[in-house]
């Protein structure tokens, strides 16, 4: 998928020329560690990052024939470097090189992530501050509720965009882990004390204990937050389709100049962007149950993860990339019509205001379920004869024994429960 909305700054942190270069990364700070304790000549170090360079397409051409990546990776690394390239990679397996290097790499993405993240949680912070006293009617199983604000339903979508930024920010931390442990995670070929020194001047924190690999609950819980944060975005897309439809015509998301929305029906405003947020979504979701596949191994590791992660971390990374560019971009040019939104409020004959009658009979000294069947019974006929509640209720004796025409008629303002909205926005720092 490419469009406006994909970076390629993501597109780079996966290429084979940025994976090899963080390789090359690792294995350099393992020289100067090495060559601080007196084990790679100064000489011979300085001659190693002198010479030291990567060609993708040569390393790619040799995996080839030896159908081994690392391997590959250091042979084009030896035709580099020469005969100095004995000091590099001792002590080493694949793995230390591989999953210190993707820690490098998600941290480059999330940081990506993250940029994108902030963006989204800004829009809608604007949008519920700008819509905070947009009235509207709440909708529970679809159906009419009471009356509510567009902008406190954007607040929740504003909090929620919080606690996904708090998820992906430890989601980070949790796979910003190195190691250079050897074959099996013992330390036989290699000094702990140089792991630590590696992956902290690589910015990283030594797993404390590992096994051939990083184990991959890490990288499974780093997957799932995304797969949350991809179901919050469906959330608010869901949300906008399902307002967008005719019948009820609150928002739109954008429509731009020129688009079309049917080859066939020339009249048609389609909200395809969301849509498209709430397909991909299930697909960075389902990239969940696959880094859950991988957490178990045989032994201290086999293999069978690396071929899933090949396509899962960049996949999922540069389709929640493209997910919050997208979704930032409906929302900051989401039509909003509050006209329409106080038409529809009133689509439901009154009725959205039942349970205040329902709590001022009950304060009038009617027994809870009695209040309940009297405001129900007027409510289904309200429905049924397409009908004004106000006007059933006044009608009927035994609300009119209770309730005066001004206590009635105040039943029906809907700013009675708008009162606490502004409290709901001071617990954020926002009123």
Request: proline share 3%.
């Amino acid at each position: 998928m490419i469009d406006r909305y994909t970076r390629p700054e993501m597109g780079r942190v996966w290429s084979q020329k940025a994976k090899y270069a963080t390789w090359l990364r690792v294995e350099l700070a393992v020289c100067e560690a090495y060559a601080r304790r007196g084990l790679i000549p100064a000489e011979a170090l300085a001659r190693i990052k002198a010479k030291a360079r990567v060609d993708a397409r040569r390393v790619d051409e040799i995996e080839t024939r030896v159908r081994h990546d690392v391997v590959a990776f250091l042979t084009a690394l030896e035709e580099a470097i020469g005969a100095d390239s004995r000091y590099v990679h001792i002590g080493l397996t694949s793995a230390d090189v591989v999953d210190t290097s993707l820690a490098l790499q998600l941290q480059a993405a999330s940081d990506l992530l993250l940029q994108g993240l902030e963006r989204l949680r800004e829009v809608l912070r604007r949008l519920a501050l700008s819509h905070k006293d947009t009235l509207c009617v709440g909708r529970t199983h679809g159906v009419h509720a009471e009356p509510i604000t567009f902008g406190l339903k954007c607040l929740g979508w504003y909090t929620e965009a919080g606690r996904n930024l708090e998820r992906l920010r430890r989601a980070r931390e949790v796979v910003r882990v190195g190691k250079v442990s050897g074959s099996v995670g013992s330390f036989a070929h290699v000094d702990p004390a140089v792991e630590e020194e590696v992956c902290r001047a690589l910015g990283l924190e030594a797993a404390p204990v590992s096994t051939q690999v990083v184990q991959r609950d890490r990288h499974a819980e780093f997957v799932t937050a995304l797969a949350i944060l991809a179901a919050s975005l469906e959330k608010i897309a869901l949300e906008i389709r399902g307002l967008q439809r005719t019948e009820i015509l609150e928002v739109e998301e954008p429509f731009a100049e020129g688009q079309k929305g049917s080859s066939s029906m020339p009249h048609k405003r389609n909200p395809v962007a969301s849509e498209q947020v709430c397909g991909l979504a299930r697909v960075v979701r389902s990239h969940a149950v696959a880094a859950l596949e991988n957490v178990a191994l045989w032994h201290e590791r086999d293999i069978s993860h690396s071929s899933v992660e090949r396509v899962i971390l960049p996949d999922a990374t540069s389709l929640m990339d493209y997910l919050l560019a997208r979704m930032a971009d409906i929302l900051q040019g989401l039509r909003v019509y509050p006209d329409r939104m106080r038409e529809n409020l009133e689509r439901s004959y009154g009725l959205i205001y039942s349970q205040r009658v329902l709590l001022k009979l009950a304060a009038k000294g009617l027994a809870r379920q009695q209040a309940h069947e009297l405001v129900q019974r007027n409510a289904m006929r309200a429905w049924d004869e397409r009908r004004s509640f106000h006007d059933l209720l006044a009608a009927d004796p035994e609300v009119v024994a209770r309730l005066s025409p001004e206590e009635l008629k105040a039943c029906f303002d809907p700013a009675w429960y708008l009162r606490n909205v502004d409290a709901v926005y001071r617990r954020l720092g926002l009123a």
